[in-house]
């Protein structure tokens, strides 16, 4: 009797757990979800400023447009005026980036820094935490605010930068704490997303705080890490024509 | 008669004294740029061997990617190969952009890290010039995570001896990796050579997600005066025996064009490069200062010859009775020209070989000077110092050229003595 209770009890156990580990990927999901546009173009206005160690600083202004159901985008450079024109196009699995000193596109990789700041051209794109990760942990933890859910990530894939991440996820099913680690668990950069701003029925963070954990400077007991900001304004859903996903956009923007 | 005239040389010692000093002068000149230019050749064939993966690199590709899935295999072919080699050691290389050295929040770019077998490569390698640890300090335990930096590196970063550094570079598939690492050697480099990091090859292969027995290519270093380009052909035909292989790589030129004209092909492809096509193009830079160097000796050459005609003119005419005397006992004209030719070559070879010990002397001098703190020179020297390179070739070269300018400006007062009268030159006064 006592050994068919204890085989119940263990049953009972596993099926919580995966009902609960079901909840937790549909949780990651809907997380993906309300930042991904199926449904519409996105279009919006970002200013990022890398502030370094040693107080000096950069400032970065690109429109960016979204049509996440083709998986494309395109990022024009605004300013500095020195890489004015410069621009990202997204087709599918490839990107490129135009040059228009040079006139001409190179293959390239959106893992790679965006105008050298800790902000990576794959961050202009809506997350995919459910398909690209495994959840390896989850707890509840306070964050400010917001009572979340932690869920350590392990990446399925080799097509993400980060193999490893660790994400606070609010009530409201919105990312506002990410850490990323490198392939040996070395905290990469964190970063915090404050505040969102609601598009149609999906959100667009309003700011993004990014520290680098490898670039800092230490004065005293402090430490100044590297950091950028990124500012989102002027979101919209307002379609895009197609010509606006091509090459010749990035050439033609620039001879005008 | 080579005898005679050497004799007459010693003789009239005094005469010929200036015109010596020309040509010693002239010769030492000769040794000192042609040994600082194949010794500037030599110090960076020794620095880019170091670089480049030995003086013979055999590079496995798959599609347009470095890579030997199975070093070993590579190695037993060129150990099998019984070419006269006296290192042959895989080495992992990471040429990707996104490799940074991070210390104390500062960070730098390196053009590459090389992963070695310190077991096999450990000798060529502890020639680097160290100025703090060295390569014995990566072997053993204590050894693991070690890594080996410029001291450009090291002066950029602020790091010394035994500090803790981060590597941090970007996999195959692009995805981020770390790891901590202490600082176990410091080489002298200010030049391109040292924007490189040594580190133990399965450390490196582990950061770069590969498996331990993984390299890029198979550093290959050969037997002191071995012909390189020939033991590298040599070694093309072996792994022809086994592999697709591709044709020979002349340049740094051939090698891209080979690479791209790969793409798609996922077969294994081996390819052997020397160093010597590495370096083509700085060695067509040097050869162009080697020219220059013999261009502004001919100059100098024509105006030794000049002095040495005018010379031998108010010789030929100072002797005029001595050369009379000889006639009168017997002597035939051409003998007198053989004689006169006799003595310039032996005024020559005398003076040459002064001139070759005053080079030797010149050397001393010029290597006492530490030229360390000017940048452009690191390419050129070891240890700050500039190095030089007497091979039999060159000085016998040098030596021919001094023969022949100064036989050549001996000619004409020479034939002018040998036509003289010996009654008429028997009455000068």
Not at chain 2, 17 to 35: D, E, P, Q, R
Request: net charge positive; hydrophobic share 40%.
């Amino acid at each position: 009797m006592k050994k068919r209770i204890i085989v119940a009890l263990l049953l009972i156990g596993v099926i919580c757990s995966v009902y609960a580990e079901t909840d937790y990927i549909k949780m990651l999901k809907e997380v993906d979800n309300l930042v991904t546009f199926k449904e519409s173009d996105l279009s919006a206005e970002y200013t990022i400023v890398k502030r370094d160690p040693d107080g000096s600083s950069s400032t970065t202004v690109a429109a960016m447009f979204r049509r996440d159901s083709e998986e494309k985008f395109v990022v024009l450079v605004l300013q500095p005026v020195a890489d004015k024109g410069k621009g990202y196009l997204k087709q599918g699995n490839n990107l490129w980036l135009y040059d228009p000193i040079g006139k001409g596109f190179t293959f390239t990789s959106a893992k790679e820094r965006f105008q050298n700041s800790s902000f990576r051209v794959s961050d202009f794109t809506g997350s995919n935490y459910s398909g690209n990760y495994d959840i390896k942990s989850v707890k509840q933890e306070k964050l400010g605010k917001f009572n979340c859910t932690v869920f350590d990530l392990e990446a399925n894939t080799k097509s993400v930068s980060f193999p490893k991440v660790k994400i606070w996820v609010s009530e409201d099913n919105l990312v506002r704490k990410l850490e990323d680690y490198s392939l040996s668990g070395q905290l990469m950069r964190t970063s915090a997303f404050p505040s969102y701003q609601k598009v149609g029925n999906r959100w667009v963070p309003a700011k993004i705080i990014i520290q680098d954990h490898l670039v800092f400077r230490k004065v005293g007991d402090k430490v100044e890490y590297e950091r950028t900001t990124v500012d989102i304004k002027n979101p919209s859903l307002n379609k895009q024509p197609d010509s606006l996903y091509t090459k010749e956009y990035l050439e033609r923007v620039n001879t005008k | 008669m080579f005898l005679f005239a050497l004799r007459n040389l010693f003789l009239q010692r005094k005469r010929y004294a200036l015109m010596a000093l020309a040509v010693a002068v002239g010769f030492m000149l000769i040794t000192v740029l042609t040994g600082l230019s194949y010794g500037a050749l030599e110090t960076i064939k020794t620095k880019a061997a170091r670089y480049f993966s030995g003086h013979i690199i055999v590079y496995g590709f798959e599609n347009t990617g470095m890579s030997i899935p199975d070093s070993k295999s590579y190695v037993k072919i060129i150990n099998h190969s019984r070419l006269p080699l006296r290192t042959v050691s895989p080495r992992s290389v990471y040429y990707g952009k996104e490799v940074r050295l991070f210390f104390g929040g500062n960070y730098i770019r390196l053009l590459r890290v090389i992963g070695a077998d310190f077991e096999t490569e450990g000798k060529e390698l502890s020639k680097l010039p160290f100025v703090e640890g060295g390569i014995e300090a990566l072997s053993g335990p204590d050894g693991k995570n070690g890594i080996i930096i410029s001291t450009e590196a090291a002066r950029l970063l602020g790091t010394r001896l035994g500090d803790d550094v981060i590597i941090y570079i970007k996999t195959e598939e692009g995805q981020y990796n770390t790891e901590n690492m202490v600082v176990k050697g410091i080489f002298d480099e200010t030049n391109i050579f040292g924007y490189a990091a040594y580190m133990n090859r399965e450390e490196l292969n582990i950061i770069m997600d590969k498996d331990p027995g993984w390299a890029t290519e198979i550093a290959v270093y050969a037997k002191e005066g071995s012909n390189i380009p020939l033991i590298t052909e040599r070694l093309r035909l072996e792994f022809a025996k086994t592999k697709d292989v591709f044709p020979p790589i002349h340049t740094r030129h051939d090698f891209s064009e080979y690479r791209s004209g790969n793409r798609g092909n996922d077969k294994e492809v081996a390819a052997v490069m020397s160093v010597n096509a590495q370096l083509e193009q700085l060695k067509s830079l040097l050869d162009a200062f080697l020219l220059c160097t013999y261009f502004v000796l001919f100059i100098f050459l024509v105006i030794v010859m000049i002095g040495i005609l005018n010379t031998y003119r108010v010789i030929v005419y100072e002797r005029t009775r001595e050369i009379g005397t000889m006639r009168a006992i017997g002597m035939q004209a051409s003998d007198v020209k053989r004689i006169f030719l006799y003595e310039a070559a032996a005024l020559a070879l005398v003076a040459s070989a002064f001139g070759f010990v005053l080079g030797l002397v010149t050397f001393h001098f010029v290597g006492l000077f530490d030229l360390s703190k000017v940048t452009a020179a690191g390419m050129f020297t070891e240890n700050g110092r500039l190095q030089y390179f007497i091979g039999f070739r060159s000085v016998a070269l040098n030596l021919f050229f001094m023969l022949v300018a100064v036989t050549a400006a001996a000619w004409r007062p020479a034939k002018k003595a040998s036509l003289m009268p010996p009654a008429q030159a028997l009455r000068k006064d």
